[in-house]
DNA sequence: GTCCATGCAAACTGTTTGCACGCGC
DNA sequence: GCGCGTGCAAACAGTTTGCATGGAC
C-alpha cells in the first residue's frame, strides 16, 4: 500500500517504531469514508482479528496526527472524530438525526474566512466550517414518519 | 434589569421557577465579555457570594440553553463555552496562546456556508465557523520571547 | 403545603498515564 | 539485547445523576 510509504517514511524520520497497531490505526482511517471516533476505530481494529487496548489507538491517534497524516475534529460534541489529512480545506456536515459527518467542499469560503480573521489582525492558523442538519435521506425519513 | 425580564417570562411559560442561581447565571453571561465555561461561571457565582455547587451551574445552563437564551460551543476543546445568545450569526476566534475566545462578525460567510450546504441537499440548522491561531497581543509578546 | 430546584457525592464518558512486559530494530 | 511501544488498570477532567433537604409559589 502507498500510504504505508508515507508512514514508514514519517516514522523513521522521527526514530519511532512501526508497529501493526499503528499500520492498522492508519489503514482503518484510509478504509473508511466515515469520520470516525476512537472507540470505532478501536471496534474495527479488534474486528479485524489484531490484539489491541483502546490506550495504544489513542496514544496512536495521537502520534498520526503529530506526524501530520491524521487530523481531529470535534463537531460540537464531547468526543474526537478522526480523518486521514485532505489535500485542500474542506467543511464538514453532521446530521443530527443519524450522526454521519460528511465532508464538502467549500474552499472559497474557508478562504475568505481565512483572510477576514487576518483582515481582523489575527494570525490565523486553522479554519473550521463545521454545518449541522438534517442530509438528504433523514429528511425522507422524517416526512414518512410524520405525515 | 431588561434581561431578568427575559428570564422570566421563559421560565414562567414553562412552568419553571425563578431562584437566585439562575438569575446570576444569566448576569454573569451577560456582563461577561468573555466566553466563559462552565467553572468560571462557578467560581464568578462564588466571588459573588452565592452558595452554589457546580452541578447546579450546569443544571442552570442547560435550562438556560432550552429557553434559547445562552449558547454552547466547542471550540476543538474538550470543554464547553458559553455565551448569551447572540441577534446575527457570528464567528469566533480562540487564541492557541492565551486561549481567550474572541467574537467575529462575519454574516456574509456565514449566509454563504448555509446556502453551500442547502445547494447540497442538507436541511441546515446551525453554522459554525471557528478561527484559531495568535492574538494580536500575543503575536507581539511572542516576538519580544524570541528576538 | 406542594413540588421543583438545589447541594452533595457518586457515577459516567472520553481520554491520559504509570508500570511491567513484549517486540521492533 | 536495548529501549520504545504495548496492555492493563488506575487516574483524570468535564459533565451528569440519585437522593434527601430546602425554597419558590
Redesign the pocket.
Known sequence: MDADKYLIDA??SQ????????QLVLEILQDSSEHL???AVYELAKSRG???????I??????LKDLGLVEEHRFGE???HFETTQDGPHAHFTCLRCGRVVELEAPKIITAARAHGERAGFRVVEVTLHLSGYCDECQNEMREEQP
Not at 489484531?50 to 495504544?56: G, I, M, Q
Open positions: 516514522i523513521r526514530g519511532r517504531r512501526l508497529t501493526r497497531q499503528r471516533d476512537a472507540d489484531l490484539k489491541v487496548s483502546l490506550a495504544t489513542y496514544r496512536s491517534l495521537s502520534l464531547d468526543h474526537g
